[in-house]
């Protein structure tokens, strides 16, 4: 291998006042300056926009697709009754291991249905600091009672926040109705 | 022809010899292969009714249940083919079309055989599309087991272990067709002292136990293959643990000890490990101190004291540990060196007399055993007491003939050095069973992170009073100590001992 | 003769230390949304209409920003610099009429007193860099220093021939001429080029703006700079844009006048002059951006090569060039 020397091309005159170019690039860059004034002058929503990308974050938000994975969150079904049976699934496969579960069996003054399910989440986790929005206990959960919301703002000030309990995650998940009833028919 | 009650088979291709009367599971499982089996248990009577174990035999046109068909001369058998697949995935379909839908709530998940099977020779789809049968769920069977009937495959285990084995024979088939279910005979409840073995037999999740149920999935717990303490049977045990918290003990098979089984006092006996209340850190006069002071101050009390200072040992204590605290006593000059040993009644299958795991090994090691009375220890300078876990200690009268007390205890209690005692589940080591058979603990977890074991507190106290002592490396290591101070031990090393125990030497054992 | 001084310290004031100083702040605005608009963002658009507000926070926090001195300066040095930046830029532009009639010191040696005044700036960046006791701080300021001197060569040679032109150095003569005659745009095209370049070089703006280079000195001169000092560096480098686009104005574009535009008489007149003004200032101000925001940094090498192997020569040329015009073709 020898050494290759490498030439600097030797530039013509009007190559070497640089005019040409910096012409070139300050009618470049002025054509972005009266694109996005126009954009703002003209207040156009973001999509409208022909050249201005900055989103104005707290007015306009993402336009999240249908399988955005968002904040995990438990559901009840159309009878308002939380549909985690404590099987503890998610929690085994919760890579993070954000998911806690502590089981717990249904007492004397329980519900026909309730008594038919026997166990129930005492208490449910989930740290949202330590959740990565994977999505494997929704795909796992043979209940159908953890979902992902289309919901990527968490705000906290301390650790504990982040740590959803049962009812909060209930609160967040809402309604999901259960077509196959399974358990009011035992 | 194989000619000595032997007779030779070909399975899978394989020629394998057995002994005559053996049936086609056993036979298969001396070559490794797995037959699938619901009802069979080789320590019970084959009744033959789950018909997931189906081969192929070659003359038979049908295919057969290997559980249930003696091996013979010449037979030629295949236990997977696609007659054989096809078979099987039809008794699984029988088997599951009424099976709810319960592995969600079901302790039994992970551990059922109905799902392994599911999954290696179902179809994965059911055809069944109409409602369930619906059967009494979520029974109890007194205050151990609860029963579930849409569960049950009735493969009748529990009832022939109750009846062939606990021999109480409580619990039977009831009504006909789809409604046939398990009854408990007499008012319902069980009263078999072995009752809770039917939980581990039973297949599926229809019995569960009442002290484990939903305490915790199987697959978040980790296991040790340890023994039980509970007497001096030493029933070979998995302890299922999670958090530094036994969850559950189960039988581990030993044919020499305890066969598949253990009793529901053994099974049960574990609250002292889960105990939050217990001490964990050492104390000198109350204050709490780390081990190395405390065992300083034990080594200069026992050092002043000499001759005038007495040793009560526990036989809860492992080989290991009764050894370093017969070094001590060497070390110290104390003469007075005897156990407590707690007894009570025992029974027929497993139940031992002697209610603590090693009060051979104490006695090996040259403690003597006493009643709580202790007549042998009047006034005394220093009292050395390891206190047993449970069934005797000493009265506070006994204890105040010592003018100073250097106690293992779980608990806080008056003592001028004060060590936390350690459950069987949190150490290494091994003790002398019932027979003569050594046979290892195997730690699970360490509590509170800094506990130390009676072993590593002893050896502390071994090192302050002679300089010269290095404490044993490993659990391998202390044992070889001991094999090597005692005749009896002679040839065993500690990985001979292994999971399964061994017998000690011919020597003489004194009683 | 009270009221006179007083009336004139006024007028100072008003002038040096409330409309520039705004103006500066406003220029801190338009040059981060000038920016922003130029690479398709919006820049600061929340605090007040516009984000017009903007400049305030800014001045806010600079203001409740804990003033670091750190502890291997020269200290005395360290706060002096800052100020004597700062102060070279406010007088320079007393001298320049920016309305009929209106000129803070209205001297006959008015663009003598521009190239006085402006220089002593050069040593506010230098003693601030040497202060500094830090590398980056010490390369910036000789940088600096080498590159203002460099380039004030060609910035006082390219006014020689406007002078030569207009045979006074009162900048308000220099505006009467032109809007006699003609701006001087037109007959010292090649001049207006030359003090365009150079002015950038002087108010160390990109593509020029080697002392400070970021990506290559940390912040240069003002790297150890924090708070309210770093502020007064910065103001003082805005209001430096304003002067000198001041003067591109008034020696080239004519000052306040319009060409074909008979300004009335009176209060009216003097207004409409200040909005003239202001309006072809403001052009040149956005340039300052403009070019910012497209050019890329000259390499320094390439910065003295430009200031004595082209700019130099190329002025002397040209003095030598109108003086020959004025001696033998067109005698004034």
Known sequence: MGIKVVRRPKLSFTERIYLGPIVKGLRLTIGHFFGTLTDVVLRRKQHERKTATTMQYPEERWDFKDNFRGAPVLVSDQFDRMKCVACQICEFVCPPKAITIWPSEFDESADDVEKGVEKYPERFEIDMLRCIYCGYCEESCPEEAIFLLQEAELVGRTKEEFVFDREKLLAMGGVREDRALKWHNK | ?511 | ?332
């Open chain 3, 1 to 332: 003769m009270i009221w006179d001084v007083l009336g004139k310290l006024l007028h100072a004031f008003l002038v040096v230390g409330l409309v520039l100083p705004l103006m500066a702040a406003l220029m801190v605005w338009a040059e981060r949304r000038v920016s922003a608009f130029m690479q398709d963002r919006l820049g600061p658009n929340r605090v007040g209409p516009a984000g017009l507000l903007q400049p305030i926070a800014d001045v806010l926090k600079f203001i409740f920003k804990e003033d670091v001195i750190p502890g291997h300066v020269n200290r005395v040095m360290y706060v002096l610099a800052p100020l004597m930046v700062f102060v070279p830029a406010l007088i320079v532009f007393s001298v320049v009429p920016y309305a009929r009639g209106m000129a803070i010191a209205p001297l006959n040696i008015g663009i003598l007193l521009v190239f006085a005044v402006s220089s002593l700036g050069v040593y506010g960046i230098t003693i601030g860099g040497w202060a500094s006791n830090s590398k980056y701080s010490l390369y910036g300021g000789v940088r600096a220093s080498a590159q203002m001197i460099s380039y004030e060569l060609a910035l006082s040679l390219s006014v020689i021939p406007i002078f030569l032109v207009t045979g006074s150095m009162n900048l308000e003569s220099v505006v009467a001429w032109q809007a006699q005659n003609v701006w001087l745009l037109l007959p010292l095209f090649p001049a207006f080029i030359i003090f365009l370049v150079s002015s950038y070089a002087e108010t160390n703006r990109l593509p020029f703006d080697c002392p400070e280079a970021e990506t290559e000195l940390v912040a240069g001169y003002h790297t150890e700079y924090s708070s309210m000092k770093f502020a007064i560096f910065f103001m003082a480098e805005y209001i430096n844009m304003i002067t000198f686009s001041a003067l591109v104005v008034t020696l080239f574009f004519g000052g306040y006048t319009l060409p074909f535009l008979e300004l009335p008489a009176g209060l009216w007149g003097t207004v409409l002059s200040g909005c003239i003004f202001a309006a072809k200032v403001s052009f040149f101000l956005f340039l300052f951006l403009w070019v910012r925001w497209t050019l890329p940094r000259f390499r320094y090498d390439q910065l003295m090569d430009l200031g004595w192997k082209v700019m130099l020569p190329a002025c002397l040329v040209l003095i030598v060039c109108t003086a020959g015009v004025r001696a033998f073709i067109w005698p004034g």
């Open chain 2, 1 to 511: 022809m194989s000619g000595n009650g032997n007779v030779t088979l070909t399975i899978d291709g394989t020629e394998v010899t057995v002994p005559k009367g053996t049936n086609l599971i056993e036979a298969a499982r001396r070559l490794g292969t797995h037959v699938p089996h619901y009802c069979y248990h080789p320590a019970l009577s084959v009744v033959g009714n789950c018909r997931i174990c189906l081969v192929e035999v070659e003359g038979m046109p049908k295919l057969q249940i290997a559980c249930n068909t003696e091996a013979r001369d010449g037979m030629v058998m295949r236990t997977r083919n696609e007659r054989v697949e096809k078979g099987r995935e039809g008794v699984m379909e029988f088997l599951l079309i009424n099976h709810p839908l319960d592995c969600t709530i079901c302790d039994q998940a992970g551990e059922c055989k109905l799902q392994d099977y599911a999954f290696h020779h179902g179809a994965g789809v059911s055809r069944f599309e109409d409602e369930k049968v619906h059967k009494p769920k979520n029974v109890s069977w007194g205050d151990r087991v609860v029963f579930d009937s849409e569960r049950c495959i009735l493969c009748t285990l529990c009832v022939r272990f109750l009846d062939e084995v606990a021999g109480t024979d409580e619990v039977s088939i009831d009504a006909r067709g789809d409604q046939v279910t398990l009854i408990v005979k007499a008012d319902g409840k069980l009263t078999s002292p072995y009752q809770m073995n039917i939980i581990d037999l039973c297949p599926v999740g229809a019995l569960t136990s009442r002290d484990f149920r939903f305490k915790s999935r199987l697959w978040f717990m980790q296991f040790a293959d340890t023994i039980c303490t509970s007497c001096a049977r030493g029933c070979n045990t998995t302890v299922g643990v999670r958090d530094e918290r036994v969850l559950r003990m189960v039988p581990r098979h030993n044919a020499d000890v305890n066969g598949d089984w253990m009793c529901d006092h053994g099974r049960l006996h574990f609250a002292i490990a889960n105990d939050d209340e217990r001490l964990s850190v050492p104390r000198v006069d109350g204050r709490g101190v780390p081990y190395a002071v405390a065992a300083q101050r034990a080594a200069d009390l026992l050092r002043e004291a000499g001759d005038s200072a007495a040793a009560v040992a526990s036989p809860f204590m492992t080989n290991e540990e009764l050894h370093v605290l017969k070094l001590i006593c060497d070390a110290a000059g104390i003469e007075k060196r005897l156990f407590l040993n707690p007894v009570g009644p025992g029974d027929e299958l497993l139940v031992h007399s002697e209610k603590s795991p090693n009060a051979r090994g104490a006695a090996l090691l040259g403690f003597e055993a006493v009643d709580q009375d202790c007549e042998g220890v009047q006034e005394i300078d220093v009292l050395l007491y390891v206190t047993p876990r449970e069934g005797i200690a000493l009265p506070e009268t006994v204890e105040a003939r010592a003018k100073r007390r250097i106690v293992f205890a779980f608990h806080e209690r008056e003592a001028d050095v004060l060590f936390p005692l350690t459950t069987w589940i949190e150490k290494d080591g091994t003790v002398v069973s019932a027979g003569d058979r050594v046979q290892r603990l195997v730690k699970g977890f360490s509590r509170f992170g800094s506990l130390l074991t009676e072993r590593a507190a002893l050896e502390m106290v071994l090192q302050a009073l002679e300089a010269g002592f290095e404490p044993a490396a490993t659990p391998a290591q202390a044992f070889e100590r001991v094999a090597a101070a005692l005749a009896p031990f002679e040839g065993l090393t500690f990985t001979g001992v292994g999971a399964h125990g061994a017998p000690l030497g011919r020597q003489e054992v004194p009683a």
